[in-house]
């Protein structure tokens, strides 16, 4: 939530400045970081939505009749979660992943 709260602040700083007729001599560096950020911001939305519908998904595939009844969608779900987890890591352990 931190993390959004700084993007949202960058966002809004940025566009004053894209606003500002002073850029001209750094517009396209400028432009650049609008870019930036946006593609961020819409990496971490992507991420918060996947992590929403995973913990849906954990529910079925972890316990109960489901996970009994789908042995191969249980194993397949569990080497995914088991990827996405350490993506999650290094991503929380390296703030620079984006």
Do not use: C
């Not at 529910?59 to 009994?68: E, L, Q, S, Y």
Request: hydrophobic share 50%; glycine share 4%; proline share 3%.
């Amino acid at each position: 939530l931190e993390l959004r709260v700084i993007m949202n602040d960058s966002s809004l700083v940025l566009a004053a400045i894209v606003s500002s007729r002073y850029n001209v001599p750094f517009k396209a560096e400028i432009l650049e970081w609008v870019k930036r950020v946006g593609m961020m911001s819409e990496t971490v939305d992507q991420w918060m939505v996947v992590q929403a519908l995973w913990a849906h998904l954990e529910v079925v595939f972890t316990g109960g009749d489901i996970a009994k009844q789908l042995p191969q969608e249980t194993k397949r779900f569990a080497q995914v979660n088991r990827e996405w987890t350490l993506m999650m890591a290094t991503a929380a352990d390296n703030p620079e992943v984006l």
